[in-house]
C-alpha cells in the first residue's frame, strides 16, 4: 500500500542509522540530495529506480518494504519480468499467456498500474472469509 508519508519517514531514518548527509546519500544512491530532501518532506514521489537506488545505496537488504511503501510491488514484477518468450510457453491457459506478453511489452506506468490491481486483487482475496461469495 503506497504510503508516502512513511515511505519519506522511513528514508529519513535509515539515512540518519547510516549517519549519511543529504549529500552523502545522493553521491552514494545518484539521486540528487535535494530530490531526496523533497522524499523525506513528502513534496515529491520517487520512480521505482529511485527507489531502488536509495535502497542499494543505504544497504537495504530487503528492499521489498520500500518499495511497497512507495507503492510499488516488486516481488511480482521481479518474477513477471523474469519470463522469458520460452517459459510464456509452460502456461497453458491462453488468457494467462497474453497477460504475460502484455505485461511484459506495457509501458512502466501501465505495469506499476497492472501490479497495483493485482496486489489489491489479491489484498481482497486474503482478507475474504471461507464463508463469504466471491
Do not use: C, H
Not at 547510516?18 to 553521491?27: A, H, I
Not at 545505496?57 to 514484477?77: M, S, V
Amino acid at each position: 500500500m503506497k504510503d508516502m508519508v512513511q515511505f519519506g519517514i522511513r528514508i529519513r531514518d535509515l539515512r540518519k542509522m547510516n549517519n549519511y548527509s543529504l549529500r552523502e546519500l545522493g553521491e552514494r544512491s545518484g539521486v540528487s540530495y535535494s530530490f531526496i530532501n523533497s522524499i523525506e518532506n513528502n513534496r515529491f514521489n520517487p520512480s521505482r529506480e529511485t527507489v531502488i537506488a536509495l535502497a542499494d545505496a543505504l544497504r537495504i537488504a530487503e528492499k521489498d518494504e520500500l518499495l511497497l511503501l512507495a507503492g510499488f510491488a516488486p516481488t511480482e514484477e521481479e518474477s513477471l519480468d523474469s519470463l522469458s518468450g520460452d517459459g510464456l510457453d509452460e502456461v497453458d491457459d491462453p488468457d494467462v499467456s497474453l497477460f504475460f506478453k502484455d505485461f511484459k511489452n506495457a509501458p512502466k506506468e501501465r505495469r506499476d498500474e497492472m501490479l497495483r490491481f493485482w496486489n489489491f486483487i489479491k489484498e481482497q482475496q486474503q482478507n475474504r472469509t471461507p464463508d463469504s461469495q466471491q
